[in-house]
Nanobody, 126 residues
Framework: QVQLVESGGGLVQAGGSLRLSCAASGRTDSTYAMGWFRQAPGKEREFVAAIYGGGGYTYYPDSLRGRFTISRDNTKSMMYLEMNSLKPEDTAIYYC???????????????????WGQGTQVTVSS
């Protein structure tokens, strides 16, 4: 069993930066993929980033590549999301997720992830 707890959300002005953290407990070695999703009001949960293989492999949707950076520290059982040049449309609840096996074809599918955190709110003001 894996438990995930996000932190670092808050209110930031457009153009600013924010760093989210995800603390993992339980079995979360490098064989687990970890990722971030977000969900804005009235919208479906959206894939933000994923990391696998001790940090050697990272995945982003084209729309976020270059502004967001995912990283992990397996020695601390932590994962991070660095968000830069934030826009009001980045406003959402951000969720940390983990899964046992990573299949690239389904990396962006929320229903293929096994464990979820409770989420942290990110609000970007214009």
């Amino acid at each position: 069993q894996v438990q995930l707890v996000e932190s670092g959300g808050g209110l930031v002005q457009a153009g600013g930066s924010l760093r989210l953290s995800c603390a993992a407990s339980g079995r979360t070695d490098s064989t687990y993929a970890m990722g971030w999703f977000r969900q804005a009001p009235g919208k479906e949960r959206e894939f933000v980033a994923a990391i696998y293989g001790g940090g050697g492999y990272t995945y982003y949707p084209d729309s976020l590549r270059g502004r967001f950076t995912i990283s992990r520290d397996n020695t601390k059982s932590m994962m991070y999301l660095e968000m830069n040049s934030l826009k009001p449309e980045d406003t959402a609840i951000y969720y940390c997720a983990a899964r046992i096996l990573l299949q690239i074809a389904t990396v962006a599918s929320p229903d293929k992830w096994d464990y979820w955190g409770q989420g942290t709110q990110v609000t970007v003001s214009s």
